[in-house]
């Protein structure tokens, strides 16, 4: 996380082109297998998700029958295959706190190149939790037609 803007910001490049990776984030059934691979036990249920400007964003991830994590948000700029920008709120946030995330895509000579921008207060496991999840997505995309 950078102390000076509050923002964690990473790059990586993923192994497929922005359609593909933009199709990750918009399409539910994508979402849910990388969001929370089932090699951790984990399954997300994908509660809403209109890629649209003022659609939205709600997901729950269970461990068994007990709900362990809730993401939810609004979609503020929705540019197919260049940018995803949304609101995030999620459990544990300080009561109230809204932050954003955007997601800009780019090709890449390896496929796409991704900046994921998590700002305005991110929650502190943000960073850790992202590097994670755009693990998930590279492996995704590597084991997709």
């Given at each position: 996380m950078n102390a000076e803007t509050d923002a964690v910001c990473l790059e990586r490049v993923l192994p497929a082109s922005p359609g593909r990776v933009f199709d990750a984030w918009t399409r539910?059934?994508?979402l849910a297998l990388w969001w929370t691979p089932p090699s951790t036990g984990l399954l997300t249920e994908?509660?809403?998700l209109d890629p649209v400007v003022g659609g939205a964003l709600r997901l729950s991830v269970?461990?068994?029958?007990?709900v362990v994590a809730r993401v939810w948000g609004v979609f503020e700029q929705v540019e197919r295959p260049r940018v995803l920008a949304f609101t995030w709120n999620s459990d544990g946030d300080c009561e109230g706190a809204t932050s954003r995330v955007t997601v800009s895509l780019r090709p890449h000579p390896r496929g796409c190149a991704l900046t994921l921008v998590h700002s305005q207060g991110p929650p502190a496991q943000a960073e850790p939790?992202?590097?994670?999840?755009?693990?998930n997505l590279s492996d995704h995309l590597q084991g997709s037609p």
């Open positions: 539910p059934d994508w994908v509660e809403a269970h461990a068994g029958t007990q939790s992202w590097r994670a999840m755009l693990a």
